[in-house]
């Protein structure tokens, strides 16, 4: 029996230097250890300066995407970035903070996980809220994807039609739906 593959998009960042690269070559090589763990990249995006966000919280970043194909679940896949993101230095003492490497499963077809009601919680959560609490398991997809300038054009580059099941949207409509200064902000590399 073949085993069925689902398509999911990764989004990558860092702003902070490692083992004397800068954060550029950080996700060049993050990249290869994902395809290395057994994932398929399918398409990667270009490289993107990105302010830091939240604003003031340290250097800028430099932001990518890549879209893959696995046969392994969303919740294999997210142990497989934790794992690569330890292995390059990641710490997660704080929320939104500076760091070495940020791999972020932002989408999995047209998976909503864990369930609707828990996805709209999380997608609803006052700002206020979102820097102090954290899901105790995966969502899907990311909850403040549409929100992200730093997410979605990169995003756009590997997967542009990629349609989002809850707010009926494709990515495009999701950039085009947000300031225009914060996605003139997201700067190729």
Same mark, same amino acid.
């Given at each position: @029996?073949?085993?069925?593959?689902?398509?999911? #998009?990764?989004?990558?960042?860092?702003?902070?230097?490692?083992?004397?690269?800068?954060?550029?070559?950080?996700?060049?090589?993050?990249?290869?250890? @994902?395809?290395?763990?057994?994932?398929?990249?399918?398409?990667?995006?270009?490289?993107?300066?990105?302010?830091?966000?939240?604003?003031?919280?340290?250097?800028?970043?430099?932001? /990518? /995407?890549?879209?893959?194909?696995?046969?392994?679940?969303?919740?294999?896949?997210?142990?497989?970035?934790?794992? =690569?993101?330890?292995?390059?230095?990641?710490?997660?003492?704080?929320?939104?903070? @500076?760091?070495?490497?940020?791999?972020?499963?932002?989408?999995?077809?047209?998976?909503?996980?864990?369930?609707?009601?828990?996805?709209?919680?999380?997608?609803?959560?006052? /700002?206020?809220?979102?820097?102090?609490?954290?899901?105790?398991?995966?969502?899907?997809?990311?909850?403040?994807?549409?929100?992200?300038?730093?997410?979605?054009?990169? @995003?756009?580059? #590997?997967?542009?039609?990629?349609?989002?099941? #809850?707010?009926?949207?494709? #990515?495009?409509?999701? =950039?085009?739906?947000?300031?225009?200064?914060?996605? /003139?902000?997201?700067?190729?590399?």
């Amino acid at each position: @029996m073949q085993k069925t593959c689902s398509k999911a #998009v990764i989004a990558l960042g860092a702003n902070l230097k490692l083992r004397g690269n800068g954060p550029r070559e950080t996700l060049e090589q993050s990249i290869i250890a @994902m395809r290395d763990s057994g994932l398929v990249i399918r398409s990667q995006s270009r490289f993107f300066s990105t302010p830091c966000f939240p604003a003031g919280a340290g250097p800028d970043y430099v932001n /990518a /995407a890549i879209s893959v194909e696995t046969d392994l679940t969303p919740d294999t896949v997210l142990g497989v970035l934790h794992d =690569i993101e330890r292995e390059f230095g990641r710490e997660r003492s704080l929320r939104w903070g @500076m760091r070495t490497l940020d791999l972020d499963l932002v989408s999995w077809d047209a998976l909503v996980l864990p369930n609707q009601s828990e996805y709209d919680h999380w997608r609803n959560l006052p /700002a206020s809220a979102q820097i102090q609490q954290v899901p105790e398991r995966l969502i899907l997809p990311h909850p403040r994807l549409q929100d992200r300038a730093f997410v979605l054009v990169p @995003m756009a580059d #590997v997967d542009p039609e990629w349609h989002h099941p #809850v707010l009926d949207k494709t #990515v495009l409509d999701m =950039i085009a739906d947000l300031p225009d200064e914060d996605v /003139a902000a997201i700067v190729p590399l």
